[in-house]
């Protein structure tokens, strides 16, 4: 298949042309320079110019914070930028992939977020993808939805590899234990990606990792992990702390677990747990 991934030099972009080009896979990999979301009225046209069998939109405005002061742009891509991703593989007739994420909910509940959950985000980068989903899903109703968690993996900025480097210059580490999700390792998620692909479905499913951890806890499993693998470290002291103690500009949710039983019932029980697949990541990152 002729696979267009959009965002190809993020975390998750880069880990998916690797996945689809090792499944055999024609990709075409385009970063900003190839597709800028910031300009949507050039998007649609290039997309289609593609003529992809299927687009997958890995491509975000990610920062969390700074799209509390940049609402305008996080909105021109997550929102506008989607829609004409979506334009464009209605087009040339393509199928697309878009990816959404966990921040789409307010978090203050304690059961896993289901795909008919309406989201409530409580962040500007959380309202700006609800706001791409809905575009996507009102531009192309076929259209495949991906909402995924607490991403990390071997490419790109993320969680785990700041861990990596502050257990190697702190001997103390504070880390926020009243935030819950799932950490998720783009691997996985890119082979529960293909899946769906392979089975040609549309709609809205949830991927995670399995399992549930804070942010402290994923912190203790990395700093652990890490260490039994020969990472250098001097952190002493790893302590939990309430969000109040780690002020941040955008608000996250409290309890952002994304249920998972529609898409078991096509993986089945592979999904790994969290801390298995933290594990194969470190021990294929080089020290
Ligand atoms: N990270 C998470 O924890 C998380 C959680 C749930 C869902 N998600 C979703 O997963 C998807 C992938 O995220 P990620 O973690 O891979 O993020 P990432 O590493 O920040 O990658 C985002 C990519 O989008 C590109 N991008 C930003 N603005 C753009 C623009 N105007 N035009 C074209 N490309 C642009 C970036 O390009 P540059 O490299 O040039 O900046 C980067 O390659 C996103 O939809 C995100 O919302 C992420």
Redesign the pocket.
Known sequence: MRILI????????KEACLGFAAKGDEVISA??AE?????PHAVADAVAAYKADWVI???????VDKAEEEAELAF???RD?ARAVAQGAKRSDSRLLH?????IFAGDRSRPYGEADTGAPISVYGQS?WEGEQAVRETLPEALIV??????GA????FVKTLLRLMAEREEIRVVDDQLGTP?W?ADIVTAMQTLIEKDLSGTWNFTNEGVASWFDFAHQIISIAAQLGHPGKVRRLLPIPSREYPSAAKRPNYSVLNKEKIRSVLGDEIPHWCDSLRSMLVEMPL
């Open positions: 959009i965002g190809a030099g993020g975390q998750l972009g970063g900003r597709l800028d979301l910031s300009v939109n890995c491509a975000a405005y990610t920062q021109r891509v997550n930028g990816v959404s994420t966990d921040f993808k909402r995924t968690a607490w991403v990390y490419h790109g900025n993320n998720s783009t």
